[in-house]
């Protein structure tokens, strides 16, 4: 089924390659944006929905896998699906290895390239969720007072409410108080749930690491 939200980014230098994806994406319902470059492609608007980025690995001025480090290092999430009629094997480790969906090399078949893009627009969709479902919790997570958000983390980290209490210096009926505002506020229905969305907000402390035991001479 076609999604009218998805857009499909082509970056090639080939004007016939270029034009070739683009119809071929046309007859399955896909939108797409053909770049000649990676500088067209960055003074470009960015688009709404789904996206995928079909990168050749040898361009004009930047290459497909140095744009691939730039993205990552910016911390932009594109499913990437590179093509090239120059390929190598350690090309394609490379191309892997920094997280591509598929590695294809002209002239490409027409299903194996539509199958690594629906691969990759499932992959943009599930990220999309997931950032936006991540967004929803920070908002209730903002709406909760110092006191519940301090105990939600202990409740995160297995901590029972005698233990909370003692901990923080409270009574114990008090940190059951502030505990069920707190999971009223976040929409848990259950404390595994309550502490598994600590756990998505990264609010565990990241426990210290162990030094390794010394040799004495």
Excluded: W, Y
Aim: hydrophobic share 40%.
């Amino acid at each position: 089924m076609p999604d009218d939200t998805a857009t499909i980014l082509v970056i090639d230098d080939d004007v016939e390659l270029r034009h070739s994806i683009g119809r071929l994406l046309r007859s399955v319902g896909l939108n797409s944006k053909l770049f000649a470059s990676v500088s067209d492609f960055l003074k470009s608007e960015p688009t709404d929905g789904p996206n995928c980025l079909v990168l050749d690995v040898r361009l004009p001025g930047q290459s497909g896998l140095e744009f691939q480090r730039e993205l990552a290092a910016a911390g932009r999430e594109f499913p990437i699906i590179f093509i090239t009629g120059h390929g190598d094997i350690p090309m394609s480790v490379q191309a892997m290895k920094g997280g591509a969906i598929e590695f294809l090399t002209k002239p490409v078949r027409d299903q194996e390239f539509l199958d690594a893009i629906q691969l990759g627009l499932m992959r943009d969709r599930i990220r999309r969720e997931n950032e936006s479902a991540r967004a929803d919790l920070r908002k209730r997570f903002a709406t909760l007072s110092p006191r519940e958000r301090e105990i939600m983390i202990h409740v995160a980290q297995g901590r029972l409410s005698k233990q909370i209490a003692g901990d923080i210096g409270i009574a114990q009926a008090t940190v059951k108080v502030h505990r069920s505002r707190a999971m009223q506020k976040m929409n848990a229905r259950s404390l595994p749930e309550f502490g598994q969305m600590a756990a998505k907000l990264n609010l565990m402390p990241e426990k210290p690491q162990r030094s390794s035991p010394q040799t004495l001479a």
